[in-house]
Structures are given as C-alpha cells and as structure tokens.
C-alpha cells in the first residue's frame, strides 16, 4: 500500500492510505498545446436567459460519463487526466523500479481542504504527499526554510505553496527551484511559458483545468473572443497567454465603476468570460451575448454555481490537483531522465600563442577560465553533485558513481616517461596537451586526471607542477597551493594517529588495568558501555561481549593494553614541506611526559600512508576499512597494532570525508581536469586516484578517453600502476603514451651531466644525432619494452623543445617505431597548445581502438621475495637482488601475518633503472640491495626500500621560494613559474 505522509511544523507525523491504482503504459499530455498549430478550445453552452437574473444561466456538458467510489463524482475530463497520470508512473516505474514521485504541500494554518482533494487524486494515480504545516501567521523568512529544505531533497518532485497571496512574494516564489515549481508561477517559469517553452517549465495546474472546461462546450470558439476579466497575478498573465497560443483573442478587462460603457462592449463581444478576481463581481444578464459562458475561477477555482451547473461542486479543484498531480509526474520523469547519461556540450576557450611564449603564470592569467559550475553542466554533471570552492575548482560527489553505474568506461590512457633527467620530460605538459587537442580540436569527449602537488617542492627545488606553456591546468597557483585542502586533511589525520599512538604509550605505562579500564569505558549517567569501536577490537580479540562489567581480569588487561614496543613503531608524523632537520627527532622530553623518550621522525605529507589509501579507495566505506587496517608498529608480543586498535579510525574517516572527493579544475582550453591525490612514485605508487579516474571514465561515456600520468619514469611509476592501481581498480589501459625528449635521450645515449643553474652543455643545444640515437636504442628501449610486458601498446610522444632541429626529431621517431612502439610523434602543445598536440592524439585514438591485451607482471600470490626478485629482473634488468638480513626478518613477519599475497611497491631511485642515480641509459650486470622491507597494510601493498631512499626531502641552497612573492595591492602571486 501506498501512503501520502503528512508532517507538521511541530515534528508530528499523521499517515494516511493512498489507493494505488492500476498502472498500463503510456502518457496522454492533458496540458493545451503552445504554438496555434494544432490547437482546438471548444465550448458548449446553453442560450442566455432573456429576462431576468443577473447572470445567464448556463448548462455546461462537463462529463456524462461519471463513477463513485472516492468520496468525489469522477467526470471523463478528469478520468483522462488521472487515467494518463497512473500510465505515465507505470511507465517511469518501469524504467526505474525504485522511483515514487512526491508532491510536497506547504501550508500555513490548519485547513486541510486541499490535501483532502489532492490525497483523493494521488490515492487514483499512486502518488505520495507530503505535507508541512506552518502557523497561520508564519514568516517569510519561515516559509523560505522550508522551501530549501524541500528544494535539496531529492525525494522531492514537486512543491505547491498552499498559502495566503500575501505570503505569495517574488523572494519566495523565486526561492523554490524552477523544476519542482509544479504551480508554474516563479519568474522563471512564467518567463518559459510566455517564450512558449515548456521543455523545462510547467503549465499552471489552474489554467489547464480551465482550459480543459471550457473544451467541454459545444460551440467551436476557434478565432472567437474570450473575455479575462480582474487578476493581475501570475495565474492570469498564464491563461491569457495559454489562450492567445491556442488561436484565440484575448481581451483583458478591470473591473471598476469607471468606464463602464466600454466594459459593457467589451462583454458584448465576448464569446466566454473568465472572471479572474473580484469575487463579489456582478453584472447584467444583457450585458453577455447570446451563447457566451462564464467562469469563475478565483480565488478558489470554484466555478460560479449560479453560471454553470457542474456534476461536483468541486470539479475544478479536482480537476486542477489532478493536473498538478501530473505536473508532480512529469518532473518526476524529468529527474529520471537527468540521472542518466548527458551528451557533453563543451565549449573551449580559444587560444593565442605568443612568440615568444611567456611565463606560465603569465600564460594562465591571460586566460579567462569558465566558471566551475558552468563547466560542470557542459560535462553533464548535476548540480547536487558540485561542491564549488570559489569560482574556478569544485569538489565532485562520488553520488555521480551510482548515477552512472550504468554507463560504459571510456577509454583508458596512461602518460609516463622514459627514466628522468634534471632537464625534465614534460609528462604533466603532455597529459595536458592531449587533452586539449582530443576535446577542443577533435571534439572527442576527454579528461585528464592528475595528482595534486605537494607543496614541499613548489617551494623547495622542483616548483609548480600544472603543465607549462599552453598546456596548463588553470588557475596554475591555484593549482599549485592550497587547492582544496586535501594534503591539509592528510596532515591532520597522520599527525592525529601519531599523537594517539605517544598518548596510549604514555597511558599504558603510568596507569594499572582497572584505571585504564575505568577512564576508556567511562561510567556517564551510571551507564558503562563500549562504543562501537572499542566493540570492534574485542571481537578481534575473540572476546564476544558487549557488556563492560562481564569481562574477565584477562580480558580487561588485553583489552587496555595495546602494549606497543617503542623500537617498532613505524608511524611517523608528517609535514608538507622540505624540512632535512625533522628527519630524526626525539619525542617525550618534556618532564611531563614521565620518561616516555623515543627516537621517530617526519615524512613528508604526500609519503603518508593516508595519501596512498586516498589513491586506492574506491569508497568511502573502502577508505573508512583502509584507514582501519592501518599498521602503525607492533606489540611486544610480536602482534600488529593498528588503527582500529588505537580508536582513531573512525575520527581519520571524518576528517577525509572531503578530501576523498576528485577536484573538478580546467585546463587553458576550457577541458575537463580532475586532480586528487599525490603520492610520491619512489616511496609511494605515484599514480593520481581510482576513484578520479572511474568518475571521469562515466562521464566522458563509451567513445571518450581518460588521460591519467604515472610518476617518474615507466619502471616507477607506470610498473606501480599496472602491479597496483589497476589490481585495486579492476581497471584495464589501452594505450601507454611514453614521454622523451631530444635532450633527455641525448643524456641516456651519452651525454654529459647537467646541473641546476648552470648553462646547458653544448651536446644539449648543438645537432647530436648518435646521442639521440644512444638514448633511443638504450632507456627508451627498455620503457617501450617494460610496458609490452604488461601487453599494453606504446605511442611515443616526443615533447619537442626550441633547441630540437628537425633531424633529431625524425631520428627519434624513427627509431621508437623501431623499437615497437605502435606509433611516434613530435607535440608542440607547449608552444602551441592542444593544436600542436593534434598527432598525438590521432594516434592515441588509433592505438585505443585496436583491442589490448592487458596481463599483470606477476601472480599476486607469488612469495614476496619471488614478486621483488621478478620487477627487478623483468622491469630494471638486474641479475639478481640482495636482502639485508633486516629485509629477511621482515619478510618473514609479514608472511606471518598473512600479508605475503599483497602486491609490491618498490621504493628506489627514480633516476636510474638501477638504484644507482648516477647510472643512465640500461645498466646492466647489477645486483639490487633491499636494505628493508616496510608495509602499508591499509593502502595494501609492500614496499622494499631500494639503497638509500628518503621519505623527507631537504631544501637546496637556493630554493624557489625566494622568487615567491605576493602583490599587496592586486593579491597577485609571483615566482611560481
């Protein structure tokens, strides 16, 4: 059974049974057509008395066929209109079983005359109603509160404001949103059906139950006179614009003592009247022409009893909730059809290169970036699913997954490099430029989704990191800063896990069982109960009680005591900039800490674990059981502690909960760009997030692309993506886009050492075809043939720089065909923009439609020692790899605790293919030192530490921060490139 639901202001809840009716297909449009075209307006009437009265009397036809059994006599008029309305909810309940359409009542006072009428008619079709109560003598400001509540609840289908005409104002009617205005009287709406469009607005119920009464008349009133007299409100200007479009003339009059010989004419030529307002309006019976029908239709819509005889004395408020129940329907359906799929309607921003081409900022700020929101509708995405963050960035709700399950992925594309060089690749340029030229210039759907920047190297060494020229991310600084605080929510959950980790030591060492007992299961109001937390660590103690007083001594003491071995706690607190010093520190020498003194250390923010798990998830529930499964150093007893263990998971969840939302930016073409995440590819994954990546797959549809980069060269980050990301994702790449350029190859093939700050050897600027040769046949090989490993084809993308001379280019491409990559092409996009990228992109869209034959490096239960030993043999071209005895023994715990099936990241230089920095090209003859072997059981994987890696970068002796600066007067950033 269906029920109408009924809530007053007070919070009361009174429900009431609906009837549900019959459902078949289909939807009759009940609503008077809007252009002349196909528009008939009849009206049967009985002659005017000749004497006598004040009014005719008229007969008006207004339903022969009539039925009993709702407390109403249903005429045929309004059994069509129910009758269309049961078919049209059978048919959207077809599409989506789920869906009940709701009409929301707002009322002030206590008469509940028009929910009985509207319970009668939803209880025919199988509507819901909700009903709110206000006091008689509400407030604007109150009735205003309701409205948004309504308005963001999407349960909700339609709003009818149930109250006085003084209530009625602009700010109130303009406040309801235009799709659930069934009434069809905000500004908006009244403006869609004066234009005549109706696609998006409602007609008001009131004028179609008019309209519907006077075609049940007899005589043809096509090109005939109807007569508008009084109401001067939105309801009005809607009839006489709804008649004027059905062919006839319109004539409006003022009802007052003054010119009343004209009134008199005017009521002469009429062939019906519709009085509007003045309810105690009269006039002669001689002042109608022969046959002309009146109506009387304010304020309550009742017809003038002594002008028509109807079958019901409230047939047009039946007939007129029964046409808001329609409107109710229709924007039902409306709201169904806008949870599906919507075909892309982008418009780019044009481009004009400079020469030279200026500074990046310089180039950002030239250019004028669309507002998120309008972005967000040019990509098909709704407006409940937008949280903007000023004007140009937005977090997007990850509700849009479920809106979209449905929809096919798109085409996967990944963009990763050859092993880098101080003189940089360009993998964030490319991303961006293939981007531009597929959406702006092809006019194929894209998104590029990219990591976020740490700040520590925007102004420590490396700078900003949102593309570069013309191929940029945009606002670049704001990029490249705060964004939309996601690093800061990783900082605070990291150092909040830390600092419970110090405080239970502190607890657990100067407090008995019974005091620690006593203060983590307090007595409040004489009630001892264990939170839902601590529930969860005595079910994985095996103690299945839920009573705090039933638990034994032992049970007590395993229950309090985490009882963490200072020496093997591996968290370590984080900070998002380059700070050497905080690499070892000492903690607990205050006198107030009791002697609790240990060694520990910072990382930097982006190297927390809480960064990967931001990566990984693919829910929030999945990053809340992440965040949970968290190691954060072991017991005396050899046990794992975790985070569920310390209590402070589900406090880490409440502060991610915003960050786990992709940022919705632009790039300078005006394409769609998702940044999210930023773990580091030598210590992390390295890859932007699974769940920006499967958001964007949905919406760039079937024939789209989404371009997503891997940190570093193809053996760091792209090996992680593949072993890692895609296993978490269960998603699968079409292509490898392979970034080189002439320089970086020239160094791989030969080339001398650069430095940061000094000029650039000759062999970097001068013609060099056997280094660029050298490099080809060496590092650029080996990537091509790391990512053939994992049956994924390559286009090489040849990022071409001022100093490139045309052979070299030639050379290059050649020779990367050569050496199997499907295709390989020179991008001009930093010069250019998405237009110098436009071969590039022909070929990515080739290669993606040849199908792929995508296969992991190892089998995820393969021994731990075997999955290191197999990525650095396949992927680095070692002989062999080398465990320190440490690495040994941690291997030997992991698999103890049943971690050994989880995947393998290696940590290790980025520089080389080897763990030697200084070693370019394909080393060979190396073995591979594992010093240590660490876990990250809540991101899930193992990470060998490869030679020396740092988890805390340090500042060089100049960094970029000292060309950072700030405009007092503009606020105008400086030095960020």
């Known amino acids: 059974m269906k029920l109408s639901m009924i809530r007053s202001a007070c919070g009361s809840l009174r429900i009431h049974p609906a009837r549900p009716g019959s459902r078949v297909s289909g939807l009759s449009r009940r609503c008077p057509p809007v252009g002349p075209a196909n528009s008939r307006l009849i009206l049967r009437a009985a002659s005017a008395t000749s004497s006598g009265g004040t009014n005719p009397k008229l007969a008006v036809n207004f339903g022969k066929q009539s039925r009993k059994g709702d407390g109403f006599e249903c005429d045929s008029s309004l059994s069509e209109v129910v009758q269309s309305t049961k078919e049209a909810i059978a048919a959207l309940q077809r599409r989506n079983s789920t869906v009940q359409p709701l009409l929301a009542i707002i009322q002030a006072g206590e008469d509940d005359s028009l929910l009985e009428i509207s319970k009668k008619i939803a209880g025919r079709v199988g509507l819901n109603i909700t009903q709110i109560c206000l006091a008689k003598e509400c407030s604007e400001d109150e009735i205003i509160e309701e409205v948004l509540k309504l308005n963001e609840d999407p349960r909700v289908h339609g709003v009818h404001l149930h109250l006085p005409p003084a209530s009625l104002t602009s700010r109130v009617l303009n406040t309801l949103k235009p799709e659930k205005d069934v009434e069809g009287i905000s500004d908006l709406n009244m403006g869609r059906l004066v234009r005549g469009d109706l696609s998006k607005g409602f007609v008001p119920p009131r004028a179609s139950a008019v309209l519907d009464l006077l075609e ?63 309810e105690n309006m009269d006039f002669p019976s001689t002042w109608l022409r022969p046959g002309a029908a009146v109506i009387r239709c304010e304020p309550t819509l009742e017809t003038d009893e002594r002008a028509i005889e109807m079958s019901s004395k409230s047939g047009l408020r039946y007939l007129t909730a029964a046409y808001r129940t329609q409107n109710v329907v229709r924007s039902c359906g409306r709201w169904l059809q806008d949870q599906q799929y919507q075909p892309w309607h982008l418009r780019s921003l044009k481009l004009q290169p400079l020469t030279p081409v200026p500074s990046d900022i310089a180039i950002s700020r030239a250019q004028t970036p669309k507002s998120v929101d309008q972005l967000a509708e040019e990509i098909g995405l709704l407006p409940e699913e937008l949280e903007a963050y000023g004007r140009s960035k937005a977090k997007v709700r990850l509700s849009l997954l479920d809106r979209l399950h449905k929809q096919p992925d798109g085409k996967y594309i990944l963009v990763a490099g050859i092993t880098p060089t101080p003189l940089g690749e360009g993998k964030s340029t490319v991303t961006i430029g293939l981007v531009q030229a597929l959406t702006a210039h092809l006019k194929l759907n894209s998104f590029a989704c990219l990591r976020q920047p740490s700040q520590g190297p925007t102004f420590g060494v490396k700078g900003g990191a949102a593309g570069g020229g013309y191929a940029q991310v945009i606002p670049m600084e704001e990029f490249n800063l705060h964004l939309t605080g996601d690093i800061h929510a990783i900082t605070a959950a990291n150092n909040l896990v830390a600092a419970a980790i110090d405080a239970r030591m502190l607890h657990e060492a100067t407090q008995s069982d019974k005091a620690l007992f006593n203060r983590l299961v307090p007595s409040v109001n004489g009630v001892r109960r264990f939170s839902p937390i601590q529930i969860s660590r005595l079910r994985r103690l095996g103690i299945n009680k839920v009573d705090p007083a039933s638990l034994t001594p032992q049970e007590v003491s395993a229950f309090v005591r985490l009882d963490l071995d200072p020496s093997k706690i591996t968290w370590q607190r984080v900070v998002d900039t380059n700070d050497r010093f905080l690499r070892k520190i000492t903690v607990g020498q205050a006198s107030t800490e009791k002697g609790q003194i240990r060694e520990t250390g910072f990382d930097i923010a982006v190297a927390s674990e809480i960064m990967a798990i931001l990566a990984l998830a693919d829910s929030l529930e999945d990053m809340r059981n992440r965040l949970a499964r968290m190691v954060v150093g072991t017991s005396r007893a050899g046990q794992p502690v975790t985070a569920e263990d310390l209590g402070v998971s589900g406090a880490l969840a409440v502060l991610m909960k915003d960050a786990i939302k992709p940022t919705l930016m632009q790039t300078l073409e005006g394409t769609p760009v998702f940044v999210h995440a930023g773990p580091f590819a030598n210590i992390a994954h390295g890859n932007s997030s699974v769940l920006a990546d499967k958001l964007a797959l949905k919406l760039v549809g079937r024939d789209g692309f989404v371009v997503t980069e891997a940190g570093f060269g193809a053996d760091i980050g792209m090996e992680k993506f593949f072993n890692i990301k895609c296993r978490a994702s269960g998603l699968r790449p079409n292509v490898v886009v392979l970034v080189a350029t002439v320089r970086a190859l020239k160094m791989h093939g030969g080339g001398p050492n650069v430095s940061a700050g000094a000029p650039l050897p000759r062999e970097y600027i001068d013609e060099d075809l056997s280094l660029v040769a050298g490099g080809c046949r060496s590092n650029l090989w080996k990537q091509i043939q790391i990512a053939h490993l994992f049956g994924v084809p390559v286009v090489v993308a040849l990022n071409v720089f001022k100093t490139d001379t045309q052979a070299e280019i030639e050379l290059a491409c050649q020779i990367a065909k050569e050496c199997g990559a499907s295709d390989a092409v020179p991008c001009h996009h930093w010069a250019q923009g998405g237009r110098g990228s436009l071969e590039l992109a022909q070929a990515v869209n080739e290669a993606a439609s040849r199908p792929g034959n995508f296969q992991f490096l190892y089998n995820i239960e393969m021994p731990i020692v075997e999955k290191i030993r197999t990525i650095a043999q396949k992927v680095y071209g070692a002989d062999d790899i080398e465990l320190s005895p440490e690495a040994k023994a941690k291997i030997d715990y992991y698999n103890q605790q049943g971690y050994g099936s989880l995947p393998i990241c290696m940590a290790k230089t980025h520089l080389s293919l080897s763990h030697m920095p200084d070693k370019k090209g394909v080393p060979t003859g190396f073995v591979l030192p594992i010093r240590d072997v660490r876990a990250s059981i809540g991101a899930g994987f193992i990470f060998p530490l490869v030679g020396t890696m740092s988890t805390m970068p340090g500042l060089p002796t100049r960094p970029c921060f000292y060309d950072i600066d700030l405009d007092p007067v503009t606020e105008e950033i400086t030095g960020l490139f």
């Open 216 to 278: 049940k008349h007899d005589a043809p009133l096509e090109g005939k006179t109807v007569l508008l007299v009084g109401g001067e409100g939105p309801f009005g200007v809607a009839l006489q614009c709804l008649i004027e479009r059905s062919g006839l003339v319109a004539l409006k009059s003022h009802w007052s003592s003054k010119g009343l010989q004209s009134q008199v004419c005017l009521y002469m030529r009429a062939d019906a009247v519709v009085i509007l307002g003045a």
